[in-house]
């Protein structure tokens, strides 16, 4: 799978180890690679929209040390709202290759990355 061509963003955090990880092995691999820094950076309306069309709920990391800090009535809120106030709260990595989103970086998300 040869994505030079579009190359593959990986939207996360700098500091994130697991982010860290990602970029690193798919550079390796011979990827094309971008970190996009939603901290840095928040995702526009529309790409936020795609990731929870893609994953939902999954997309708010709820073992976070963000999610744990907010209280009942923010959590209750719609996870477009929550995404957009707390850019952290982002499951990370969300990966984009080829058109394609993956979510983490697991054995699934590796194995359909050609890793």
């Known amino acids: 799978m040869d994505e030079k061509a ?14 860290r990880a990602a970029v690193k092995a798919l550079a390796a691999a011979g990827h094309d690679v971008a970190l996009g820094d939603v901290r840095a950076e928040p995702l526009s309306e529309a790409q936020l929209a795609r990731f929870l069309g893609a994953f939902g709920d999954a997309l ?8 744990r800090g907010l209280s009942e009535a923010e959590r209750a809120r719609p996870p477009e709202a929550l995404l957009a ?17 993956h979510l983490g970086w697991d054995a699934g998300v590796k194995g359909a990355l050609g890793l």
């Open 6 to 19: 579009g190359g593959v963003t990986v939207y996360g955090l700098k500091a994130c180890d697991t982010c």
């Open 60 to 67: 708010v990391n709820r073992r976070s040390t963000t999610w």
């Open 85 to 101: 106030d707390h850019p952290a709260l982002m499951k990370r990595p969300v990966i984009e290759a080829g058109g394609a989103l």
